[in-house]
């Protein structure tokens, strides 16, 4: 078992039915959208997914992402550890990781259906990078980071289905 130093989560209320809301989440690269496109919050990075032949849909699925920093290559792996839908999913970094402020990390979310809307919570378990340097900048940006990075998703999937983030 991975142990985990830090953690964040988001929760919000999601106006449509557990399987349609799962059926958004699953897709890695669409709640990932936030990291494909170059913003401040990434330092005008962007990461290219690449998805195995099941989609980053199914336990033991793959996820790759890739990209650079400052001409600095940036580099993850991922590998889903637990589906169930429409209910929850979780995957986890494995190999070595190439990230600037988080480092190991397992990211996941849990759907909850309740009387005409779903409550989403998406979280992240994630330590800060190896190197000295990495968990300088961890330490400094790796609380903001891993919260934008939920924040994105759930107001990604609010958007899709127009509903309103609850809290962090």
Same mark, same amino acid.
């Given at each position: 078992?991975?142990?985990?130093?830090?953690?964040? *989560?988001?929760?919000?209320?999601?106006?449509?039915?557990?399987?349609?809301?799962?059926?958004?989440?699953?897709?890695?690269?669409?709640?990932?959208?936030?990291?494909?496109?170059?913003?401040?919050?990434?330092?005008?990075? +962007?990461?290219?997914? $690449?998805?195995?032949?099941?989609?980053? *849909?199914?336990?033991?699925?793959?996820?790759?992402?890739?990209?650079?920093?400052?001409?600095?290559?940036?580099?993850?792996? $991922?590998?889903?550890?637990? +589906?169930?839908?429409?209910? +929850? @999913?979780?995957?986890?970094?494995?190999?070595?990781?190439?990230?600037?402020?988080?480092?190991?990390? *397992?990211?996941?979310? $849990?759907?909850?259906?309740? @009387?005409?809307? %779903? +409550?989403?919570?998406?979280?992240?378990?994630?330590?800060?990078?190896?190197?000295?340097?990495?968990?300088?900048?961890?330490?400094?940006?790796?609380?903001?980071?891993?919260?934008? %990075?939920?924040? *994105?998703?759930?107001?990604?999937?609010?958007? @899709?289905?127009?509903?309103?983030?609850?809290?962090?």
């Amino acid at each position: 078992m991975i142990l985990y130093d830090h953690s964040a *989560q988001v929760l919000s209320d999601v106006s449509t039915s557990a399987e349609a809301l799962f059926g958004y989440m699953d897709d890695p690269a669409r709640i990932g959208s936030h990291m494909r496109e170059s913003s401040m919050m990434m330092l005008g990075a +962007r990461m290219i997914y $690449e998805l195995d032949g099941r989609g980053g *849909q199914a336990i033991g699925s793959v996820i790759k992402m890739h990209g650079s920093l400052l001409g600095l290559p940036l580099a993850v792996e $991922e590998v889903i550890v637990d +589906r169930h839908p429409p209910h +929850r @999913k979780t995957w986890r970094t494995f190999g070595r990781t190439r990230l600037f402020v988080i480092g190991a990390h *397992q990211v996941g979310f $849990e759907i909850t259906p309740a @009387k005409g809307f %779903c +409550r989403l919570r998406i979280f992240i378990n994630y330590n800060y990078p190896s190197t000295i340097f990495g968990k300088f900048i961890g330490m400094m940006f790796g609380r903001a980071y891993a919260r934008w %990075c939920l924040r *994105q998703m759930s107001e990604d999937a609010a958007a @899709k289905f127009q509903s309103s983030v609850v809290a962090p």
